[in-house]
C-alpha cells in the first residue's frame, strides 16, 4: 500500500507564487511517474505536469512557463513550483503517483489566488 500526501496549498495573490508537496510513503520499491492535476469548482479534473523516473518532465500549455514540477527520488518526495499565478489557476491540487503500474492519489490541497 502506498500512501500520498500533499501539502503547501494556501491563499496568495495574483502574479505571486506558491509551492506544493507531495510526500509519498508506504512498500515503494521505485515511482514511475509522479503527477500534478488539479480540479477547479464544476470542472473536471485536469492534467498540470508531470515527471517521469528518468527526469523528464510534461506540462499542460495552460502552465508552461509558470510551472516548474520537481522530485527527490530518494525521499520520494515532489514538488510544483508555481509562479505568476492567475486567478483561473485556482483548484483543488492533487498528487498522483504510480508504483508498479498502479496510480496512487492524495487527498488534495486547496490552492486559490485572488485577483
Known amino acids: 500500500q502506498v500512501h500520498v500526501v500533499e501539502s503547501g496549498g494556501g491563499l496568495v495573490q495574483a502574479g505571486g507564487s506558491l509551492r506544493v508537496s507531495c510526500a509519498a510513503s508506504g512498500n515503494i520499491f521505485s515511482i514511475n511517474f509522479m503527477g500534478w492535476y488539479r480540479q477547479a469548482p464544476g470542472k473536471q479534473r485536469e492534467f498540470v505536469a508531470i515527471i517521469i523516473r528518468d527526469g523528464s518532465t510534461h506540462y499542460a500549455d495552460s502552465v508552461k512557463g509558470r510551472f516548474t514540477i520537481s522530485r527527490d527520488n530518494a525521499k520520494n518526495l515532489g514538488y510544483l513550483q508555481m509562479n505568476s499565478l492567475k486567478p483561473e489557476d485556482t483548484a483543488v491540487y492533487y498528487c498522483?503517483?504510480?508504483?508498479?503500474?498502479?496510480?496512487?492519489w492524495g487527498q488534495g490541497t486547496q490552492v486559490t489566488v485572488s485577483s
Open positions: 498522483a503517483v504510480n508504483v508498479q503500474d498502479t496510480e496512487y
